[in-house]
């Protein structure tokens, strides 16, 4: 069974950094694309930042590019997002997320199957 476990969520400042964690059991992990979502209070959840198995492409949402960061460990099995330049309008609660297929369109969050319990972030202004 996949579990996904996120942690590195907190309150920082407008203009900060924080790094989230996701620890990832259960399966072969290089296979699988990762990502994250997030989803603020209100709003529906939205893609974040993705990144294939083997590492090589990545896919960021507009709103996020050139300020966050998605890689990837294999010997730890562990996904992170590191984030830079906070803005409040990225306050949500982060969600990892893995798909039970290989093959995956990764924006969409229709194509994962687990996903992790969140980790609240909130940027104050």
């Known amino acids: 069974q996949v579990q996904l476990v996120e942690s590195g969520g907190g309150l920082v400042q407008t203009g900060g950094s924080l790094r989230l964690s996701c620890a990832a059991s259960g399966r072969t992990f290089s296979t699988y694309t990762m990502a994250w979502f997030r989803q603020a209070p209100g709003k529906e959840r939205e893609f974040v930042a993705a990144?294939?198995?083997?590492?090589?492409?990545?896919y960021y949402a507009d709103s996020v590019k050139g300020r966050f960061t998605i890689s990837r460990d294999y010997a730890k099995n562990t996904v992170y997002l590191q984030m830079n330049s906070l803005k409040p309008e990225d306050t949500a609660v982060y969600y990892c997320a893995a798909p039970s297929r290989v093959f995956i369109v990764p924006r969409s969050s229709g194509q994962y199957d687990y996903w992790g319990q969140g980790t609240q972030v909130t940027v104050s202004s």
């Open positions: 990144i294939t198995g083997n590492g090589r492409n990545t």
